[in-house]
């Protein structure tokens, strides 16, 4: 079991950053990958960025390549979304996520957080 909190989110202006963090709880966090979704009002929740348990590995959403960075601190139980030159469309809540293989990200056997908001205004 992966219990996932969020946090960091916030108002920020076009071409702003924020750097949002997903707290984890339970001894297997270094064992997960983990991920960043978001959803915007009125629309589906998509894939932002993961990584994988040992941070050897990243990948993330072509809308997001170059401007955000996912990275994880074993350590500290944490994974984390640097948001760079972030742009109006960025605008969602954001949700991290934890799953036994980066595959399982996208299942529905994933662990959840309860989302924190972004709003990137013009």
């Known amino acids: 079991q992966v219990q996932l909190v969020e946090s960091g989110g916030g108002l920020v202006q076009a071409g702003g950053s924020l750097r949002l963090s997903c707290a984890a709880s339970?001894?297997?966090?270094?064992?997960?990958?983990m991920g960043w979704f978001r959803q915007a009002p009125g629309k589906e929740r998509e894939f932002v960025a993961a990584?994988?348990?040992?941070?050897?590995?990243?990948y993330g959403a072509d809308s997001v390549k170059g401007r955000f960075t996912i990275s994880r601190d074993n350590a500290e139980n944490t994974v984390y979304l640097q948001m760079n030159s972030q742009k109006p469309e960025d605008t969602a809540v954001y949700y991290c996520?934890?799953?036994?293989?980066?595959?399982?990200?996208?299942?529905?056997?994933?662990?959840w957080g309860q989302g924190t908001q972004v709003t990137v205004s013009s």
């Open positions: 990584i994988s348990w040992s941070g050897g590995s990243t």
């Open positions: 339970g001894r297997t966090f270094s064992r997960h990958a």
């Open positions: 996520n934890a799953a036994p293989s980066m595959v399982g990200l996208h299942s529905e056997y994933a662990y």
